[in-house]
């Protein structure tokens, strides 16, 4: 049986939705990179028939709700195996955190990675982590926190809180990666072909 790698990617997240209206008024289109692919598009090709990446579109990712968010996480878990990682990548990570802080799991967490995740910069509205997060550790055999010094949306001190949280997850900083939004990203690859 393949193992499963289950990907939450990003969103924004607003005050009132006469912000989001002015963020969608004011949002510059990257035309030129209009199609462009990155690491976790390709990441099922990477990695081969061993493993089977789900990596589904969270609803409204351009104004993003938590309780949202939950319902669609939830609706795949009848296809879920024990010993799954789950990746969060931006708020996908806060999303993972504040939802495995609140919530039992049904399969067994092999691996837990959080990536360029968001603590508690910024608004981030129902996506609030909870004050505790133990309930992580105790469903979690590995977690493993990603950041990049150069990140120009959440600064690096974000990750610092989140070992904080995890004082035995692996930290893995980076001086030029941004925000993960790269076309390939190896050391990710081999981190996860790396957990046994």
Same mark, same amino acid.
Request: glycine share 6%; hydrophobic share 40%; no cysteine.
């Given at each position: ?34 199609? @462009? ?16 990446? /789900? ?23 009848? /296809?879920?195996?024990?010993? /799954? ?54 469903? %979690? ?5 990603? @950041? ?10 974000? %990750? ?11 930290? /893995? ?15 990710? %690859? ?7």
């Amino acid at each position: 049986m393949p193992k499963q790698i289950f990907i939450i990617h990003g969103g924004e997240v607003f005050e009132s939705y006469d912000k989001y209206f002015e963020y969608l008024k004011n949002y510059k289109i990257d035309f030129e990179n209009i199609n @462009h692919h990155n690491w976790k598009d390709d990441l099922q090709k990477v990695l081969g028939n061993d493993y089977q990446v /789900i990596f589904p579109e969270m609803p409204s990712r351009r104004n993003a709700k938590y309780v949202e968010w939950k319902i669609w996480f939830e609706k795949f878990f009848p /296809i879920l195996n024990d010993e /799954i990682i789950l990746v969060g990548n931006s708020l996908g990570s806060t999303f993972l955190a504040k939802y495995l802080s609140e919530n039992n799991f049904p399969v067994k967490i092999k691996g837990l990675f959080l990536l360029a995740g968001p603590f508690d910069a910024g608004y981030l509205g129902d996506f609030n982590l909870s004050e505790s997060l133990i309930n992580i550790e105790n469903q %979690v055999k590995n977690i493993f926190l990603f @950041h990049s010094e150069d990140d120009p949306y959440v600064p690096i001190s974000e %990750v610092k809180k989140y070992s904080q949280a995890f004082p035995n997850a692996e930290k /893995i900083i980076f001086k030029n990666k941004g925000h993960f939004n790269l076309k390939e990203f190896p050391e990710f %690859v081999e981190k996860l072909r790396s957990i046994k």
